[in-house]
């Protein structure tokens, strides 16, 4: 069993930045698909971005944060790790962090066994 608890959410301005954590429990992290997905208000669960691990770690971006977001981890410290930079407005969502046993990092965010609580992110124009 996995528990994943985000913290590192708030109210920044456009243009701003800020650093998401997910700490996670459980022996085999480094070995686990992590992945950030958000959710606004009436729309569905969409992916963010994603890592695992194939011999090294594959990451890939939703293309609507590509050079502006970075997914990272630290596996000393069970931590995963969203940057993101030049916020827009539109990026304001519900951030869930999301792990799976896979070596996959799927965007379907049904695949995934196990969630945060959310953090809110709201940037304001």
């Known amino acids: 069993q996995v528990q994943l608890v985000e913290s590192g959410g708030g109210l920044v301005q456009a243009g701003g930045s800020l650093r998401l954590s997910c700490a996670a429990s459980?022996?085999?992290?480094?070995?686990?698909?992590m992945a950030w997905f958000r959710q606004a208000p009436g729309k569905e669960r969409e992916f963010v971005a994603g890592?695992?691990?194939?011999?090294?770690?594959?990451?890939y971006y939703a293309d609507s944060v590509k050079g502006r977001f970075t997914i990272s981890r630290d596996n000393a410290k069970n931590t995963n790790y969203l940057q993101m930079n030049s916020l827009k407005p539109e990026d304001t969502a519900v951030y869930y962090c999301?792990?799976?046993?896979?070596?996959?990092?799927?965007?379907?965010?049904?695949?995934?066994?196990?969630w945060g609580q959310g953090t809110q992110v709201t940037v304001s124009s």
């Open positions: 999301a792990a799976d046993r896979s070596m996959v990092v799927f965007m379907d965010p049904k695949k995934y066994d196990y």
């Open positions: 459980g022996r085999t992290f480094s070995s686990y698909t």
């Open positions: 890592h695992s691990w194939s011999g090294d770690y594959i990451t």
